[in-house]
């Protein structure tokens, strides 16, 4: 058995003539070092199905439930191992089914292939059984996309479709082939990587005047702040921006996707930027002289009121992709380009130095956040428990050594704010899009991107309830994935703006939920609900410890808040600590 | 192809409200299926109204090129003419304002014939605008003038009285006056290397000393 497997693989390589389109969708994926796909079959998608039967030692594919499921998976899968995430669907329904998960990975950079099944060509057009028009549909929501209607067009078109998604700023792509050509015969070569396209140019190339137009400001500055986002992790360069920040002697704080590209207590890490992010990052962006804005896109949840938004100070924004630059903030100095290359030249540049009063600033501010808002979330007087000191606890048993997987609400920020990261590419969270849902099957792929790494997915129990169903993927392929439910009996988030906003009008945020510790036991899953402090952390250790996947509910306060906050409309410097 | 007017929203291109103006983007890009929807949802995105759009052939084979024409302050334009070169299939965005081109618009006027035989005035006036028979029939006959969009707009207003038939107006083409065409950035483009000239970066100022590590 094992050897005809081998034999009929091998076969395939070499063959120089003919194979069908689908064995070609294969051998591509192959190719370009994919073995984990997420998927789901469907009638037109089948013949791809059918030749993944014949590759099962080279290509694992995960049966996720439901295709939002699938996209996220490979979202997760992504963002926890630095490499391209694989789908397959079907068409119609099965292709529709991603647009959530193309929508969340293209406003978060994230590489993902998605291949999906078409009708036809000669019915394309028809309203067949089916069909939609895929393309149309994603095109906004894809770094690229295309349809494939004879089998020819495969290798190179699949080249093109992975060289796109992980070069310059990564995104999804999704190629539609048809059935007729996912069956066709062709004459097969052999498969070539894409290294360069007219066209695309991925990274824009480094102007030598720039790096020194920026360093001389830094140089020059008495009040420099820096501000990191994704781009770091993207580019793999967090060992080029801590060398960088170091020798500045730089304070540094962190969007939601920026968060574990830097070490959370590292010295000169101030902390989260934005709506919930930390007081001294906001009220200091209008108060530092020069703002260094590092592989961030200065989204409105970090910056507040753009008009009043760090008026005073010279911005220096490095960013591979030019449309970001002076897109919302306007720079003094763009530094176009990978910041995996334009760090180094900087730091190369830039006199070593230490704002240590400037630092002691934050570190003031951070005090004062302390004593109003941190201390009553991490050590609460409260009967019933905090979000705040959940993550706490767990961060004394993992040491900050976990990847966290958030799904969005309160128990995302709060997650954000407190979870502790020594390592990059462990905070896995939908931060442009907001996608509720996102957690649980991004948790699954994370995991398999990542599996020596503990995986622990904080979600709330309404975003939990959004793609529930992947708990029958974690039970098939026994996905050790750690879910914490923070059970707030509220769609917390909103509950919180119409306490603050809507004069306490709840309005349909009153969410029920299962007992999620029986649901979970239905898919052969071990878990408990708490809701006692005094059995938290033996609880968290149980779940740490168990073998395989485990879900732990907590029940925790029902109208707490996430603050400090800054209200929607107001400028950073308005931040509100309760 | 080409679509002039996107829809027939009241709203004049030389208002020019709160600094907006005419500007015209010309975007050179590979000939691919489903790229025109890609640029036109830029602009659908952001509720901007695209006044007219034209796609033809440029000098460069196998290179496309539009012209659109919009009406928006000029650092929109140039957003959307970054958001546009976003797209992987376009190679270039250029965007200018009416003294940096050369443009014109194609109009057709049906007209009874009959009007025209009859009526001097009527022949005198296509004679002024310099209007030029295309179709002559006995029922009708069809006059075509090129210019800018007065000129096509005053034959119309002259015309009118008299029972103009059907009128149609063309997309504006144009060429930009101080373009060397297209063939040398073709050239760079088709390096695996980037060249200097690539990257358009006004804060630069031509100045491309090359940092290499
Ligand atoms: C798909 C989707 N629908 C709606 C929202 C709006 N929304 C943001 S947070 C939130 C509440 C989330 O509730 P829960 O999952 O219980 O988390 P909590 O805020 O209580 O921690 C809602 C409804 C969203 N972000 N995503
Ligand atoms: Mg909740």
Redo the contacts with the bound molecule.
Sequence with gaps: METLEITKEKEVANATQNISGSQAVLEAFIAEGVQTIFGYPGGAIMPIYDALYDYPNKLKHILVRHEQGAIHAAQGFARSSGKVGAVFATSGPGATNLV?GLADAMIDSTPVVCVTGQVFAHLLGTDAFQETDVINITAPVTKWNYQITDATEIPHILAKAFYIARTGRPGPVLIDITKNAQIQKFDYESYTKCEHIRSYRPKPIVRKQYVEEAAQLINEAKKPFVIFGQGIILGKAEKEFKAFIEKGGLPAAWTVLGLSALPTDHPQNVGMLGMHGNYGPNVLTNECDVLIAIGMRFDDRVTGRLDKYAKQAKVIHLDIDPAEIDKNVKSTVPVWGDCKETLPMLTKLIDKKDHTDWLNKFHEFTQKEIDIVINKELNPTTEIMT?GEVIKTLNELTNGDAIIVT??????M?ACRYAKFNQSKSNITSGGL????FGLPAAIGAKLGAPERTTIEI????????TIQELGTIMQYKVDVKIIV???Q???????WQQLFNDKRYSF?D?QSPDFVQVAKGYGIAGQSIKDRKDLKAALQEMLDHKGSYLLEVMVGKENNVFPMVPQGCSVSEIRLQ | MSIAKQNNSATHTHSGIAGKHDFTITVYTENQVGLLNRIAIIFSRRKINIESLNVSPSEAEGIHRFTIVISETEEVVRKLCRQIEKQVEVLKAYYNTDDEIIWQEMALYKVPTDVITEKVKVERLLHQHGARAVVIRKDYTIFETTGHREETEGLIKALEPYGLIEFVRSARVAIIKASHGFHEKLKEFEQTEPGEELIENEFLDKQDEVFTM
């Design positions: 959530t979000m799904d969005v609400g309160q128990h995302q709060v907001g996608t509720m849902g979600v709330g129990d309404g975003g939990f309830q959004m923070l059970n707030n509220f769609l917390g988030m909103v509950r919180q945020v969410i």
